[in-house]
């Protein structure tokens, strides 16, 4: 059974104090990694997809990395509006389940 | 544009009444999915379907059923509705399986 966990449960930042995220998964034949973030009352929003170990991404003060056991989202000089809850996902792919797995997420608060 | 589009927002029933939740894509996707989020956040893959066929389904209490009259559409009927059906549903949609999701507003639920 594909199994993915997420730590911390919650992480509280002051504005600018750089941090990471951990998502640690087991899964049968690797179809993608999959980070998304959720703010209160509205659906999970598409960060990104990471496909393969040593593959990286970026967006704004958002990246993303991932290897054979773990991926990280890291923080960079976050800012009150990074606050919401990010979910890590994994799917396995041909030969797998295509099941989607998600993790309990991590609730991010950032203080000004 | 909204790409993913559930009705109704909220939902307020009795306990062992029927109730049905829409979904629509408008992002011409293959594969479409509901998730139940409880309480805790956690998110739970419910049902997919795949050029309108059922391709996972998970234990799911058969007062649950989904249906897909067409690739833009999966409704989700639920019968005799009781208390731990609370939850929030979300829809979502991905080109093909294993892809990146792309997920609904949400239906609040609330059964007394």
């Known amino acids: 059974e594909d199994q993915v966990t997420q730590s911390p449960e919650a992480l509280r930042l002051q504005e600018g104090e750089s941090s990471s995220l951990n998502c640690s998964y087991t899964?049968?034949?690797?179809?993608?990694l999959f980070w998304y973030r959720q703010d209160p009352g509205k659906g999970p929003e598409f960060l990104f997809t990471?496909?393969?170990a040593g593959e990286e991404k970026e967006k704004e003060r958002l990246k993303a990395t991932l290897t054979k056991k773990e991926s990280f989202l890291h923080i960079t000089a976050p800012k009150p509006e990074d606050s919401a809850t990010y979910l890590c996902?994994?799917?396995?792919?041909?030969?797998?389940?295509?099941?989607?797995?998600f993790g309990r997420g991590t609730s991010l608060i950032v203080h000004p | 544009d909204t790409a993913v589009s559930q009705t109704p927002k909220y939902l307020v029933t009795q306990m062992g009444n029927d109730k049905s939740i829409k979904c629509e894509q408008n992002?011409?996707?293959?594969?479409m999915y509901w998730y139940k989020q409880d309480s805790k956040k956690f998110l739970k893959i419910m049902f997919s379907?795949?050029?309108?066929?059922?391709?996972i389904n998970e234990t799911v209490p058969n007062r649950f059923s989904p249906k897909s009259p067409d690739k833009a559409h999966l409704n989700l009927h639920i019968n005799s509705l009781e208390l731990g059906d609370s939850a929030v549903y979300f829809c979502?949609?991905?080109?093909?399986?294993?892809?990146?999701?792309?997920f609904g507003p949400g239906t609040r639920l609330l059964v007394l």
């Open positions: 979502a949609s991905s080109q093909g399986m294993g892809e990146t999701q792309y």
């Open positions: 899964v049968s034949g690797l179809r993608g």
């Open positions: 990471l496909y393969s």
């Open positions: 996902a994994v799917q396995a792919g041909p030969g797998g389940s295509y099941i989607p797995t």
């Open positions: 992002l011409g996707h293959d594969t």
């Open positions: 379907y795949n050029n309108k066929e059922l391709i």
